[in-house]
Nanobody
């Protein structure tokens, strides 16, 4: 079993920055991609970014490309999401996910999820 715990959410003004963290514990694993998703009120959970365990490969949703950066610290089993130039439409609960099988952009591909952390972008 794998446990994922997100942190770093909060309230930020438009144009500001936040860094989210996702710490993994429990069954040790490697070579599994890690992803970030988000869910705004009344909307489906959507893909944000994914990173390979080595950190060499990353993919982003078009809506965050160039503003968000996903990274990984293997020694700490922690994945980060640096979010810059935040917009009100980035407001959502952000979830960390691990160990996808199949299309990494689909929520159904992931076996493990964190509890989520709220990000609110508002003046």
């Amino acid at each position: 079993q794998v446990q994922l715990v997100e942190s770093g959410g909060g309230l930020v003004q438009p144009g500001g920055s936040l860094r989210l963290s996702c710490a993994a514990s429990g069954r040790t694993f490697s070579n599994y991609p890690m992803g970030w998703f988000r869910q705004a009120p009344g909307r489906e959970r959507e893909f944000v970014a994914v990173i390979s365990w080595s950190g060499a490969t990353t993919f982003y949703a078009d809506s965050v490309q160039g503003r968000f950066t996903i990274s990984i610290d293997n020694a700490k089993y922690t994945v980060y999401l640096q979010m810059n130039s935040l917009k009100p439409e980035d407001t959502a609960v952000y979830y960390c996910a691990a160990d996808p099988e199949g299309n990494y952009r689909h929520t159904s591909a992931y076996a493990y999820w964190g509890q989520g952390t709220q990000v609110t972008v508002s003046s």
